[in-house]
């Protein structure tokens, strides 16, 4: 069984810029959720999507927006990137909201 | 308060110790508990899930849930070097799940 998917692995991108990072969840997951894994603060909960609608959103500013498709994948998107945002993005996967999820590799995005 | 805590180390164990990993969190609606095991650089792996008081055990793992003192723990028996990593605990509850900052385990050879 394939397990959850991110691309791209890695992106480098300028100040004021957009990104668009992909998920694919595990087949037969039906939520997703991602993370921003920095050294200073950890693992911080952004977003959880179950049969495309955000069910919970975490403490981030509304430049932080995402979205599910009928087929479970899901995209995330940052505008007007800040320096502050450069971190690990990791998306999980789980059958439903309170499963045990499940983690991509991760996208690791560089803002200079 | 944070909403998950625990201690963030380093706990440094002797080859074939138990080690033993702390978490208490603030939300007592929460229902579901996990444990990850995350080495550098790579992203968070699923060591147990918990639902229900009491223990659980899964090899060399075993993790207790308290409801009532708001407590998960981990205990790793007969621990190895491979398990030097930082462990982190999550909790869940209402469509968000939230993480420890993670204890960073050293198992000494």
């Known amino acids: 069984k394939a397990g959850v998917t991110q691309t791209p692995r890695y992106l480098i991108k300028t100040r004021g810029q957009q990104v668009t990072l992909s998920c694919s969840p595990i087949?037969?997951?039906?939520?997703v959720s991602w993370y921003q894994q920095t050294p200073g603060q950890g693992l911080q909960f952004l977003f959880e999507?179950?049969?495309?609608?955000?069910?919970n959103k975490g403490n981030f500013p509304g430049r932080f927006s995402g979205r599910q498709f009928s087929n479970s994948r899901s995209e995330m998107n940052v505008s007007t990137l800040e320096l502050g945002d450069s971190a690990l993005y990791l998306c999980?996967?789980?059958?439903?909201?309170?499963?045990?999820?499940?983690f991509g590799p991760g996208t690791r995005l560089t803002v200079l | 308060q944070k909403e998950v805590e625990q201690n963030s180390g380093p706990l440094s164990v002797p080859e074939g110790a138990i080690a033993s990993l702390n978490c208490t969190y603030s939300d007592r609606v929460s229902q579901s508990f996990f444990w990850y095991r995350q080495y550098s650089g790579k992203s968070p792996e699923l060591i147990m899930s918990i639902y229900s008081n009491g223990d659980k055990e899964d090899g060399r793992f075993t993790a207790q849930l308290n409801k009532a003192s708001q407590y998960v723990s981990l205990l790793i028996r007969d621990s190895q070097p491979s398990d030097s990593a930082t462990y982190l605990c999550?909790?869940?509850?209402?469509?968000?799940?939230?993480f420890g900052a993670g204890t960073r385990l050293f198992v000494k050879a």
């Open positions: 087949s037969g997951h039906r939520s």
């Open positions: 999980a996967s789980s059958l439903g909201p309170d499963n045990e999820q499940f």
């Open positions: 999507y179950f049969s495309e609608t955000q069910r």
């Open positions: 999550a909790v869940n509850g209402g469509f968000k799940t939230i």
